[in-house]
């Protein structure tokens, strides 16, 4: 890809209002292990090209976000995800969009521990199974009274789940607020820059509704899809909507259920089908196998053991087991004062909310003492004792 000549920035701006009003930019950082091209940065700004080129460090981490970098909002985006200017384009926006409700003080934002230890309960998988198969024909539909009839039935069964989960419904709730938005202005800069039809790309980007097993076995991705659709609905029947948006305490599924102004009736017998009891038994099975793998895969596996604190963690790649998670892509923890991010897959082992008390990492070389620190892969030198025993390492912090 060639960023020099892209222009991918300065499109993004003269279209930004296309795609969300009064859209306003942050900083946006397209990186590789090769370096970081910075946009629209307060404390980088060039004079003879659009963006500053900045050797790579550890703040980029491996994922699309936003993040503060020498505090000021900055969506970052790994460009090894893609291998054309035209998805890097789109998931830009889309980064930007958190950019954007960072700079509107958007507060409502998802518990994220509720989410990584939401039950598995067979009557909720069933109804949501179900009404995402509604919220899904009401976006596709062509009829007007057919949306109407189909977004009605969503909104059913969804009021018919809270009694199963309770609190946690809230979590999808807050996730549909605050990523359902920036999925759909990421469609509307895919529509914008493509040849598709809005009816072509709007059955490509909801399709994910249907999925049933994928939207049981990431819960948090499944929400963006879920509230994409209730944005192009509330597009559809209710255009002013945006609106006010970023003053409104009203999740997104509320305000579409407001607006919707129907008597709802609470769904109280139902079957289980078997499709949701196998889609529960293969997730539950696959998680604990994946923990499994971890404790027996090859290289040095190395314990990290004292009081830590979870400072940031990717909450699209965490799975949790009893007392522990797994955090595939990465995790930064606070170990007396200093921060230290872990690029890799790690277990952590915790005792109460964001406190942790071991985590277990597997490295490709030993950890060895060096000058009166102990020099780990991937994590760096740290303050501490060594030892070793039954092949495992175990380092405490001083």
């Known amino acids: 890809m060639n960023i020099n000549e892209s222009n991918v920035f300065e499109r993004i701006a003269e279209n930004a209002n296309l795609y969300w009003p009064e859209f306003q930019l942050v900083a946006v950082a397209l990186y590789d292990q090769n370096g970081v091209y910075l946009y629209n940065h307060p404390k980088f700004l060039s004079t003879d090209k659009p963006y500053s080129f900045l050797k790579w460090n550890n703040e980029f981490n491996g994922i699309n976000t936003l993040i503060l970098y020498e505090g000021y909002p900055t969506a970052i985006v790994n460009l090894d995800y893609y291998n054309e200017m035209e998805s890097v384009y789109s998931i830009m926006v889309h980064e930007l969009f958190h950019g954007f409700q960072y700079l509107k003080e958007e507060n409502r934002f998802p518990d994220e521990l509720a989410g990584m230890n939401y039950p598995m309960k067979k009557e909720n998988i069933e109804l949501r199974n ?89 819960l948090r991705r499944s929400c963006y899809r879920s509230g994409f659709v209730i944005c192009c609905l509330l597009d559809e029947f209710f255009s002013d909507w945006k609106e006010g948006f970023f003053t409104e305490e009203m999740t997104l599924y509320d305000i579409l259920k407001e607006k919707v102004k129907h008597q709802y009736n609470e769904i109280k017998h139902f079957d289980i089908s078997s499709e949701t009891t196998a889609i529960i038994e293969e997730i539950n099975s696959e998680r604990k196998d994946m923990f499994t793998q971890f404790e027996h895969k090859e290289g040095y596996h190395l314990y990290l053991i004292g009081d830590m604190e979870r400072a940031a963690f990717d909450p699209m790649n965490a799975l949790v087991g009893k007392q522990r998670e797994m955090h595939q892509n990465f995790i930064k923890i606070l170990l007396n004062g200093r921060e230290y991010v872990i690029n890799q897959p790690v277990i952590a082992y915790y005792n109460s909310f964001n406190k942790l008390d071991k985590l277990h990492i597997v490295l490709p070389d030993k950890p060895v003492n060096k000058n009166g620190n102990v020099s780990i892969i991937g994590i760096g030198d740290m303050k501490g004792k060594l030892s070793e025993k039954d092949g495992s390492y175990y380092f405490r912090a001083d």
């Open 130 to 218: 179900r009404e995402r198969r509604y919220l899904y024909q009401a976006g596709i539909s062509t009829r007007r009274e057919e949306k109407l009839d189909n977004m009605k039935k969503f909104v059913e069964l969804r009021e018919s789940r809270r009694k199963f989960i309770d609190q946690y419904l809230d979590f999808e709730l807050f996730v549909e607020t605050v990523e359902g938005p920036a999925f759909y202005v990421e469609f509307q800069a895919c529509l914008h820059n493509s040849n598709h039809s809005y009816e072509e790309l709007l059955e490509t980007f909801s399709k994910g509704l249907i999925e049933n097993k994928e939207s049981s076995q990431f």
